[in-house]
Structure formats: C-alpha cells, structure tokens
T-cell receptor, first 114, second 112 residues
Framework: DSGVTQTPKHLITATGQRVTLRCSPRSGDLSVYWYQQSLDQGLQFLIQYYNGEERAKGNILERFSAQQFPDLHSELNLSSLELGDSALYFC?????????????FGPGTRLTVL | AQSVSQHNHHVILSEAASLELGCNYS??????LFWYVQYPGQHLQLLLKYFSGDPLVKGIKGFEAEFIKSKFSFNLRKPSVQWSDTAEYFCAVPFGNEKLTFGTGTRLTIIP
C-alpha cells in the first residue's frame, strides 16, 4: 500500500459523458501527478499540482481538467468522453515539487468508455 | 526530442537466470534516472533511482542498475531472477524538471 488512494476503482460510462476521478495523496505530500496508461500510448504524464497550484502540464487534452483542493486531494475531470479515453488513470504524489524525488502511485482508476 | 527507450517489450526467463533490461534516453542535460516496477494487480513502485555519485545503484529485491553517461543508458540487472519478479518494469527520466517521462515498459515473465 503506497498511501495514495484513488476512487473509483472502475468506471464504465458512455461516449459524450463526463466523469470525475478522485485522488488522495500520502499524508504530508504536497505534489500530485496524474498519468494516463493505455496500450497504445503507454504511461503518459498529464498534469502536476503542487500545494494547490498547477505546476506542470503534459499531454493533457483540453477536454480534461484537474484541480487540487486545500486539503490536497485532487480531482481529474474528463468530459465529452471518447472511446479512445478508455485507459487506466494513475495518480501519484510526492513530498516536493521537483522530479528528482520518488513518486508514490495509487492503484489507479480503470475507465471504460462504451 | 527527449525520449526514453526500452527495447525489450517482453522478456521470458527461467528462474535463476540472469536479467538485464535495457533503457536508453535522449537528453543532454543532467539526469536523474528511475526504474519503477508494477507487479500484477498492484500499483507502480520505485525499484531504484540514480541521483548522483556512484553510477552503480542498488535497489530493492536484489536489483541494480548502472548509469553509463557516454551511452545514455541505465540498464537494470539482477543476477538471479525469481518467479516473484514477474512484473512490468518501467524506466523513467525527468526531463528539465517538468515531467517524468516513462519508457514503454518491459513485461518480464519468469517461468518456474
């Protein structure tokens, strides 16, 4: 158990819908990262938040957005869903913002878009 | 472009065999290098990392990796694998402190 929790574990929805994935970082970690893992794209960095502020952006689509709340949990919002958005979405956390530090990963949310 | 390459997509070994998984990156700056492992049904976890100093890094469960700057490589090794090493292994490099870039992963299957 990494100490990072993600809900829900599985999510099945239809094209065009909107979903919200939730992540609670390890106690004391200020940085939260979101990743998408799919068979064709591998593990792709989406976005990073540090202490409530967006810090870095990766290959995140405009239909996707995220935020980090004052209690440091984070939500990833995916809208106008397409079949190709089906993937495993991981959240990770670390103590600091810098990437030389270990990231602790959650168990992931498996999203299936039908 | 900055990238991380893992050329072995699927490796199958018998128990007690020696393991070496390749990782190459393209980046001219100072690098930190990571190997993460994902056991079946589990979350990604850190196996080992190189930050600075001794280029031979020892990690958990008997794994080690050697950073060879001239070859832009950070290969993962284990002298004798066990069935419990069956997992997917990811090499990762943070480029410019903006994002952690992962390789495509190597699936390792150990046959008892």
């Amino acid at each position: 158990d990494s100490g990072v929790t993600q809900t829900p574990k599985h999510l099945i929805t239809a094209t065009g819908q909107r979903v919200t994935l939730r992540c609670s970082p390890r106690s004391g970690d200020l940085s939260v990262y979101w990743y998408q893992q799919s068979l064709d794209q591998g593990l792709q960095f989406l976005i990073q938040y540090y202490n409530g502020e967006e810090r870095a952006k990766g290959n995140i689509l405009e239909r996707f957005s995220a935020q980090q709340f004052p209690d440091l949990h984070s939500e990833l919002n995916l809208s106008s869903l397409e079949l190709g958005d089906s993937a495993l979405y991981f959240c990770a956390s670390s103590v600091v913002a810098e990437l030389y530090n270990e990231q602790f990963f959650g168990p992931g949310t498996r999203l299936t878009v039908l | 472009a900055q990238s991380v390459s893992q050329h072995n997509h699927h490796v199958i070994l018998s128990e007690a065999a020696s393991l070496e998984l390749g990782c190459n990156y393209s980046y001219g700056g100072t690098v930190n290098l990571f190997w993460y492992v994902q056991y079946p049904g589990q979350h990604l976890q850190l196996l080992l990392k190189y930050f600075s100093g001794d280029p031979l890094v020892k990690g958990i469960k008997g794994f080690e990796a050697e950073f060879i700057k001239s070859k832009f490589s950070f290969n993962l090794r284990k002298p004798s694998v066990q069935w419990s090493d069956t997992a997917e292994y990811f090499c990762a490099v943070p480029f410019g402190n903006e994002k952690l870039t992962f390789g495509t992963g190597t699936r390792l299957t150990i046959i008892p």
